[in-house]
Every structure is written in structure tokens, then in C-alpha cells.
């Protein structure tokens, strides 16, 4: 989904852009192979990977983004702290190959587009 749902990156951008301009805290991160999945193996087994969860606090915002994404499956889960909910079951770094043959009239984004959305050590809810 990292390098294939062009859309998903102008999505998260403008929305972390509009939060920039209102000084509101985000509430939404990417979590490459979340720790979460291991309690869900039905759902698990169905999953490409590797494996990303988007993850907010925000659920009309989830769910407005579930529209706009293809080949997405949602949920809630309850975690006991904010780092359970954004462990992660790998390192935080992906590289996917270039295509061979790029037709579209832009340039395909560049793996770690998505490094501004991945939790860090400080990150609060």
C-alpha cells in the first residue's frame, strides 16, 4: 500500500499540514507490522506484507480515510498504553523497487514518504 496508493500520501500530508497551521498535536501515525495484528490471525492471514496499520484516536477520520483507500480492512482495538498501540513488529525502514516502466505524468514517490507519519520515542496521545 506504501508504494502503490498515490493518494494515501497527499492525504496524510494535508492533514498533517492543516494540523500545522491550527498548532494541533497529531493523532495519526503509520505502524509498519503492528504488534496489534498478532491478536487478530484471522484477519492477519489475509494481510500483504508487509503489513501497515493506520492508527488515530480520530474514527470519523479513519473511516473517512478507509473510503478513500483501496484493499483496506478496519478495526478497533483497545490498548492498555500508547505505546502498545503503536508497537510495531519491525524496523521502521522499507524500500520497494522502482518500476520498470513509470507512464504516469509525475514522478512515483520515493521510498520514506512516509517517515514523517511513523510514531516516535516522543509521541503522546
Known amino acids: 500500500m506504501l508504494d502503490e496508493e498515490e493518494h ?7 492533514r498533517l499540514r492543516n494540523y500545522g ?14 504488534k496489534f495484528l498478532d ?5 492477519t492471514k489475509r494481510l500483504k506484507r508487509p503489513a501497515v496499520a493506520l ?5 470519523p477520520w479513519i473511516r473517512f480515510m478507509k473510503l478513500r483507500l483501496d484493499r483496506v ?6 490498548a492498555n498504553n500508547f505505546e502498545e498501540a503503536l508497537a510495531s513488529n519491525s524496523p521502521a525502514s ?5 518500476p ?20 516516535t520515542k516522543s509521541s503522546e496521545v
Open 39 to 43: 491478536k487478530f490471525p484471522a484477519i
Open 21 to 34: 497551521e491550527k498548532n494541533k498535536e497529531q493523532d495519526f501515525w503509520l505502524i509498519i507490522e503492528p
Open 100 to 119: 520498470e516502466k513509470w507512464t504516469a505524468p509525475y514522478p512515483k514517490y520515493e521510498s520514506g514518504w512516509w517517515d514523517p507519519y511513523l510514531p
Open 55 to 59: 492508527v488515530s484516536t480520530n474514527a
Open 8 to 14: 494515501f500520501q497527499e492525504l496524510l500530508a494535508e
Open 94 to 98: 522499507l524500500e520497494f523497487n522502482k
Open 73 to 78: 480492512l478496519e478495526g478497533s482495538f483497545e
